[in-house]
């Protein structure tokens, strides 16, 4: 089966740093996805990361370790706009089946 | 199109009607998805298609769900006989598979009300 794991809540102050971690089991992992998802809106793309390691665009990051099943979306300079959920998603298996965890809803807070 | 679009953005129908819900690609993706989001809850997977192929319907809730694709663009997706616990927010999404440039993106959904 697939397992997609991330933190239900996490609040944070503006103007910090925050990271949102999600720790994946499937077979046959391709990659992973970070979306955003304002409240009420549909799911925004944020990063797809195929390979090992940091990718940096702008004031996120998203990090991938395959050999542990790990990845985090690093947040910078938080804004109260970033108040949403986020979501990690695997794609994976022979017929790239893409997997959704239930998503990591942040507060930003003044 | 520039983007994924859905159609109808919002439903109301009666419990027992028959709905049909339409999501139009990005033009060339291959693959695409849709799943189901109560208010509130994560994305629940309903079914994929690689082309015109649908290689898992398993999370497609009862025999009432039915999904089609169509010379690899159009998708549409069938209730039947509605029932209140139907009741969500329908998205669906299309996949470029590109290996590190893979993107995926979604339309901006079909809320469906069963009254």
């Known amino acids: 089966g697939q397992n997609i794991d991330q933190p239900t809540e996490m609040t944070a102050t503006e103007g910090a740093i925050v990271q949102i971690n999600c720790t994946y089991q499937?077979?046959?992992?391709?990659?992973l996805f970070w979306y955003q998802q304002h409240a009420g809106e549909a799911p925004t793309f944020l990063s797809y990361n195929v390979l090992d390691g940091l990718e940096e665009k702008g004031r996120f990051s998203s990090f991938l370790s395959r050999s542990k099943g790990y990845s985090y979306l690093l947040l910078k300079e938080l804004q109260m706009k970033d108040s949403a959920s986020y979501l990690c998603?695997?794609?994976?298996?022979?017929?790239?089946?893409?997997?959704f965890g239930t998503g990591t809803k942040l507060q930003v807070i003044p | 199109g520039a983007g994924v679009s859905q159609s109808p953005s919002n439903k109301v129908t009666e419990k027992g009607k028959d709905v049909e819900l339409r999501c139009d690609p990005i033009s060339g993706h291959t693959a695409l998805y849709w799943y189901r989001q109560s208010l509130g809850q994560g994305l629940e997977f309903l079914i994929y298609?690689?082309?015109?192929?649908?290689?898992?319907k398993s999370g497609l809730p009862s025999d009432r769900f039915s999904a089609e694709r169509t010379g690899g663009s159009v998708s549409t997706l069938t209730i039947q006989r509605t029932q209140q616990e139907d009741s969500a927010v329908y998205l669906c999404a299309s996949i470029e598979q590109g290996g590190i440039n893979t993107e995926a993106f979604f339309g901006q959904g079909t809320r469906l009300t069963v009254v």
């Open positions: 998603a695997a794609l994976s298996g022979g017929y790239q089946k893409v997997t």
């Open positions: 298609f690689q082309g015109n192929s649908a290689p898992d």
């Open positions: 499937t077979s046959g992992f391709n990659g």
